[in-house]
DNA sequence: CTGATTTCGTTGATAGAGTCAACGATCTGG
DNA sequence: CCAGATCGTTGACTCTATCAACGAAATCAG
């Protein structure tokens, strides 16, 4: 039934790796003088990746609470990453979407995350960086809550 | 100078299923009836790593603020799973153990891990675990600050 | 030894991240 | 049309994280 002897460092290896990638793009953002947070570039890079959303479907993307898009877009909305406009069909809701500035913002970031994804990945494979992208796929979704066909597996951009 | 085409989804892969984890972490610690938090449990498996530290050790173990490993410690004293008890060579230090107590909410603790790990590697060879596992740590400390010996590689317990 | 400096843990202040409950507005199905 | 579901927002709260300042103790220089 089960898999054999796990590797009880398996979470804290993890945990450690997003926590440091996450601590360097905090510094990088900083000094890049963006005054954004880690979420605000994820949620930067959903809309890149889905196109115009509306907050909910941010909120199944990034599988966080709709209270929480509803903090994390206001900011970029005051800074002129993204616009708000109103829903074609449904009045309760609005889509928001990457301004020319919110864009050069995100090539900015991109660029910045290139450098620690070179740090990070250095001496390994092309074919190693890959196969441990699709393992934490895989987990990532093992993880997902069956039940909730919102939690289905999403296809990477 | 770089090692080709890195993937895109890298971060976002790994930073969802750390979440993730940590999520069924945070109810399963709950549906226990454990008051402790995900960086509580990591501080007590520290410490059940290390053997009886001071805030310093755990700090660097943990990559963490010393002031966070002071309001980390507090609770689990007042809960009983720790001891503080004076250094025996800094009277300005003090060292923290596992008391009986929090060996048992360990164990328990340890149970419930280990169902989520077993989902979570879910059809997944050993192999695939163990170079997961190996690959995250080898990025980990690519991160790691190189001029900081503190953040020198750490093996395993 | 003595004084200057450093280090130890604690505290306060602040910010980011995440969750839950409630609300008004709107949509939808009967 | 009306009842119930859904949308985004807000309030309140917890956990996580960082920085600066502090008293106490250790250490180092002279």
Avoid: W
């Avoid at 599988?63 to 929480?68: L, S």
């Avoid at 301004?99 to 620690?116: H, P």
């Amino acid at each position: 039934m089960t898999n054999g002897p796990i590797a009880a460092g398996l979470p804290e290896s993890v945990i450690m790796l997003v926590f440091m990638f996450k601590h360097r793009m905090v510094k990088t953002l900083a000094e890049a003088g963006a005054d954004v947070s880690v979420m605000h570039v994820r949620t930067l890079k959903t809309i890149a990746c889905l196109g115009p959303s509306t907050p909910a479907e941010l909120a199944e993307a990034l599988q966080r609470d709709k209270a929480q898009i509803t903090r994390l877009v206001k900011p970029l909305i005051e800074q002129s990453y993204l616009v708000k406009s109103p829903h074609p069909t449904d009045k309760r809701s609005h889509v928001v979407a990457l301004t020319r500035t919110g864009l050069e913002l995100m090539e900015r970031i991109a660029k910045a995350e290139r450098i620690i994804l070179e740090r990070m990945t250095e001496g390994m494979l092309a074919s190693e960086i890959e196969q441990f992208n699709a393992l934490a796929v895989r987990m990532q979704r093992n993880l997902a809550d069956r039940q909730h066909p919102a939690c289905a597996p999403r296809d990477a951009c």
